[in-house]
């Protein structure tokens, strides 16, 4: 099983500022496999990324991914008010098929 | 667009069966995989299973003695059963479409849209 490790845990920044999130996972992934996900609360997670890189439909240019074979970012660029929430990547495998980081909280400062 | 609905019951007793159902709007059923995932109050998204419209499923093997999953083309529903529950199984459920798109000779998955989700709580 390919375990993804999230860092940090929390992420404390201010309006404006750039947010970097990180996925590290156990085994090399595909980077076609590893999407990135938002989660506010009492929603459900919406998909911002997938293929490591594309954006989702409707997801503003200041969400990037980056990243190949065992590392990931997530980036914002500039923190809007509602960009604070927490933050999953997820990666598709064998057995199981689907795993989950433990997700990364970007709250404000 | 399409859209999910999870339903069921809300409290469910230990030991027994918590059942639930994804309702699909806006679109058709078939040709997807759909995912069944759950989220306890505070933690992070645990993936359940997933099933073809065709009928074939993949479990997460943490769970896949005590689920089973169902469609009903007819109805554009798929249902999730999860047996012996605990308060462990205590969670969110969420239902997603399981997407898959290949070009260039790449696949690419992801999950989208999901449902809102339902909150299920094991007590007696």
């Known amino acids: 099983e390919i375990v993804l490790t999230q860092s940090p845990g929390t992420l404390s920044l201010s309006p404006g500022e750039r947010a970097t999130l990180s996925c590290r996972a156990s085994q090399s992934v595909s980077s076609s496999y590893l999407a990135w996900y938002q989660q506010k609360p009492g929603q459900a997670p919406r998909l911002l990324i997938y293929g490591a890189s594309s954006r989702a439909t409707g997801i503003p240019d200041r969400f990037s991914g980056s990243g190949s074979g065992t590392d990931f970012t997530l980036t914002i660029s500039r923190l809007e008010p509602e960009d604070f929430a927490v933050y999953y990547c997820q990666q598709y495998g064998s057995s199981p098929k689907w795993t989950f980081g433990q997700g990364t909280k970007v709250e404000i400062k | ?124």
Not at chain 2, 50 to 79: A, C, E, H, W
């Open chain 2, 1 to 124: 667009q399409v859209q999910l609905q999870e339903s069921g019951p809300g409290l469910v007793k230990p030991s027994e069966t918590l059942s639930l159902t994804c309702t699909v709007s806006g679109g058709s059923i078939s040709s997807y995989y759909w995912s069944w995932i759950r989220q306890p109050a505070g933690k992070g998204l645990e993936w359940i299973g997933r099933i073809y419209t065709s009928g074939s499923t993949n479990y997460n093997p943490s769970l896949k003695s005590r689920v089973t999953m169902s469609v009903d083309t007819s109805k554009n529903q798929f249902s999730l059963k999860l047996s012996s529950v605990t308060a462990a199984d205590t969670a969110v459920y969420y239902c997603a479409r399981d997407e898959r798109y290949c070009t260039n000779g790449v696949c690419y998955n992801w999950f989208d849209p999901w449902g809102q989700g339902t909150l299920v709580t094991v007590s007696s």
